[in-house]
Nanobody
Framework: QVQLVESGGGLVQAGDSLRLSCAAS????????MGWFRQAPGKERDFLAT????????KYADSVKGRFTISRDNAKNTVYLQMNSLKPEDTAVYYC??????????????????WGQGTQVTVSS
């Protein structure tokens, strides 16, 4: 069992940056591919980024490519999402998720085994 806790969300202005963290406990994250998703009120949960268990491969949604960067520090059992040039449409609850490591990186929420509780990001215009 893996417990995931997101942090780093908050209220920012358009154009600002935030770095979200996802800390794991229970098991080492080095056995898991990790992903970040977000969900705005009344909308589906959207894929943002995923990273392989070694950190050597990443995949991004087109909507955030070039603005968001996913990274991980397995020694700290933590995954990060650096978000730059934030826009009001980035407002959502942000979730990290873990998937038992296999070759394929996936953007499908149902493929992930564990989820955090989410952290709110609000971007004002």
């Amino acid at each position: 069992q893996v417990q995931l806790v997101e942090s780093g969300g908050g209220l920012v202005q358009a154009g600002d940056s935030l770095r979200l963290s996802c800390a794991a406990s229970g098991r080492t994250l080095s056995s898991y591919n990790m992903g970040w998703f977000r969900q705005a009120p009344g909308k589906e949960r959207d894929f943002l980024a995923t990273i392989s268990w070694t950190g050597s491969r990443t995949k991004y949604a087109d909507s955030v490519k070039g603005r968001f960067t996913i990274s991980r520090d397995n020694a700290k059992n933590t995954v990060y999402l650096q978000m730059n040039s934030l826009k009001p449409e980035d407002t959502a609850v942000y979730y990290c998720a873990a998937r038992a490591a296999i070759v394929t990186l996936t953007s499908t929420p149902s493929d992930y085994d564990y989820w955090g509780q989410g952290t709110q990001v609000t971007v004002s215009s």
